[in-house]
């Protein structure tokens, strides 16, 4: 059973930069997809950003954070969203999300909502004008 935890989601100012972490656990030595979403309240969970397995891994984003955000996977099971330039639409809970990676790096970009099996917690993000 894969197990993610989310930290770093924290209040600040319009143009401000955050930087979000989730720790995985349990992965074993399949690969999987990695992913981070969103959710504002009243609103439905929306996918910020994706990254594949592997070295010089293939990343995607959603086009309202593109060029802001970047998604990046570091050792020890260390998945990133390392924001800037943030906006008060920004503000939501943000979530790690994982799913085993049954084909190449686009493949990845294709998973939707319903296509990820395991998820963080989340940690809550507040931007404010």
């Known amino acids: 059973q894969v197990k993610l935890v989310e930290s770093g989601g924290d209040s600040v100012q319009s143009g401000g930069s955050l930087r979000l972490s989730c720790v995985a656990s349990?992965?074993?030595?399949?690969?999987?997809?990695m992913a981070w979403f969103r959710q504002a309240p009243g609103k439905d969970r929306e996918l910020v950003a994706t990254?594949?397995?592997?070295?010089?891994?293939?990343t995607s984003y959603a086009d309202s954070v593109g060029g802001r955000f970047a998604i990046s996977q570091g050792a020890e099971n260390m998945l990133y969203l390392d924001m800037r330039s943030l906006k008060p639409d920004d503000t939501a809970k943000y979530y790690c999300?994982?799913?085993?990676?049954?084909?190449?790096?686009?493949?990845?970009?294709?998973?939707?909502?319903?296509?990820?099996?395991?998820w963080g917690q989340g940690t809550q993000v507040t931007v404010s004008s």
């Open positions: 990254i594949a397995p592997g070295g010089g891994a293939v």
């Open positions: 349990g992965k074993g030595y399949l690969p999987y997809c």
């Open positions: 999300a994982a799913t085993i990676a049954y084909g190449p790096g686009t493949w990845c970009q294709r998973r939707s909502k319903d296509d990820y099996q395991f």
